[in-house]
């Protein structure tokens, strides 16, 4: 029987260690997926630690309700191997990107379309074992995707950084028509969110991160105008520029970052966050009303948004953010250096 090679959590808090079981067979509508790319997301740095920060010495333990070893890695595209008996429409050879939210099929968010918001997801990499491997079991073929033209290293990180983007920047709604929307965080979504704002909106978008390399990448791209968040002067830059903003994407979602952002909001304007990285952040109540503002979340996106991003990036020839490849051994040191800042765009494991 052929053998599946992991890099696999152990231990929450620690380094991550090679399992090698048998592979999978599929049954039923399921597909067994051999991986080509996996994108490596900040996202599985929590997974990896066992919790988000909530400020303070506050918590949230995303450790409990999981067998160990388990397999991180949610940004996948690859081959499909092999399929069970009612696998319709999966074709062994083809080349897929897959889409990793899914949900029970039965909650209410799963009967509107909302697999991503499911109370009790299967949510690959997150809930079950997901990328950081040679091969990964799907439960329908609805949820692989045909990428082509795209490169597998481009279509692997669509599923969750590209998805997360262009979720966040619809939920902006006519805002950007009236003037430039404001990216703060330039990791991999940030990056992604700059490519698709490029494409979506007429006024190219201005962007604000705390690291110079990302910012000058960032202007290489098409930003029109960068910003250093942890720069006294820069809120009053952004209003002298702009006069007050009414579309904010926060691709941080830190205390400092929220904070930056409601900072330079204009009446009638809105935050979409998307970032994780955790704190506390409160703001005055009567400003909601004020200032007509809005503060909104979003956790990834839908299966039918996937398949609209896709189409979109061969619509308007959207191009790759920059990209590393790194064998999938070397899953740990990639997550290493993400923990550490040292990731421009996004790091892609190679099995």
């Not at 110079?212 to 002298?240: C, E, F, H, I």
Request: proline share 6%.
């Amino acid at each position: 029987m052929t053998k599946m090679h992991r890099q696999s959590l152990v231990a929450y808090g620690q380094p991550l260690c090679e399992t090698v079981v048998d592979c999978p067979t599929p049954r039923g509508s399921e597909v067994l997926v051999r991986i080509e790319r996996c994108g490596v997301c900040h996202s599985d740095l929590h997974m990896q630690d066992g919790y988000f920060s909530l400020g303070g010495d506050k918590k949230l333990d995303v450790s409990a309700g999981r067998t160990l070893p388990f397999t991180l890695g949610h940004e996948i595209a690859g081959v499909i191997d092999s399929k069970g008996e009612d696998a319709g429409g999966a074709e062994v050879g083809d080349r897929v990107a897959v889409y990793p939210w899914i949900g029970d099929g039965v909650c209410p968010a799963c009967l509107c379309g909302e697999e991503n918001l499911c109370a009790n997801p299967r949510h690959l990499g997150i809930a079950v074992d997901g990328g950081y491997a040679t091969h990964v079991l799907v439960p329908h073929p609805r949820y692989l995707l045909d990428y082509a033209p795209l490169s597998p290293d481009f279509a692997g990180p669509l599923m969750c950084s590209g998805l997360t983007a262009y979720a966040a920047l619809k939920r902006l709604a006519n805002r950007p028509e009236r003037g430039p929307v404001l990216l703060i965080g330039l990791g991999g979504v940030g990056m992604m969110g700059l490519a698709i704002a490029r494409a979506l909106f007429r006024t190219p978008p201005i962007v604000a991160d705390i690291d110079a390399d990302k910012r000058n990448t960032a202007l290489a791209a098409g930003a029109t105008l960068a910003y250093d968040p942890s720069d006294p002067q820069a809120r009053k830059d952004v209003m002298k520029a702009t006069g007050g903003l009414l579309a904010i994407c926060d691709f941080v979602g830190s205390d400092k970052s929220l904070q930056f952002a409601t900072g330079l909001l204009g009446r009638g304007g809105k935050v979409v966050v998307t970032g994780l990285l955790g704190g506390n952040f409160s703001i005055a109540a009567a400003l909601f009303g004020i200032k007509a503002m809005t503060i909104e979340g979003t956790l990834t996106g839908t299966l039918a948004e996937a398949r609209e991003l896709l189409d979109l990036v061969r619509a308007k020839n959207i191009a790759p953010i920059p990209t590393r490849e790194r064998p999938l051994a070397q899953a740990q040191a990639a997550l290493d250096d993400l923990r550490a800042g040292r990731v421009v765009g996004r790091t892609v494991l190679t099995a």
